[in-house]
């Protein structure tokens, strides 16, 4: 599975690229082997950003669950309780 940029998302990260690779490689590159680069990422190594991204999402909704109990519980019966207060 490949990660999907709109145009927007691709304009906006394509001069990154070729400044990352200008200023940190003293390397130029041309708009199109930027765009070949970031789809190459996108295809290759974005992937395991996003499943570690869902990993992470599934465990803090798992502890999320499992101290629901917890979280959402009250205690009935205590009108008079609180009444006397």
Same mark, same amino acid.
């Given at each position: 599975?490949?990660?999907?940029?709109?145009? &927007?998302? @691709?304009?906006?990260? /394509?001069?990154?690229?070729? $400044? *990352? %690779? !200008?200023?940190? #490689?003293?390397? +130029?590159?041309?708009? #199109?082997?930027?765009? %070949? #680069?970031? +789809?190459?990422?996108? $295809?290759?190594?974005?992937? %395991?950003?996003?499943? !570690? =991204? /869902?990993? +992470?999402?599934?465990?803090? *909704?798992?502890?999320? /669950?499992?101290?629901?109990?917890? @979280?959402? %519980? &009250? +205690? =009935?019966? @205590?009108?008079?309780?609180?009444? !006397? $207060?």
């Amino acid at each position: 599975m490949a990660i999907e940029l709109n145009k &927007e998302e @691709t304009a906006a990260i /394509v001069p990154s690229l070729q $400044k *990352f %690779f !200008r200023e940190e #490689l003293e390397h +130029d590159l041309s708009e #199109l082997r930027a765009k %070949f #680069l970031l +789809d190459y990422i996108c $295809k290759e190594i974005a992937p %395991f950003a996003y499943n !570690r =991204g /869902v990993k +992470d999402a599934e465990t803090y *909704f798992r502890n999320k /669950v499992e101290d629901l109990s917890a @979280t959402c %519980f &009250e +205690d =009935g019966l @205590t009108y008079w309780i609180k009444r !006397r $207060k």
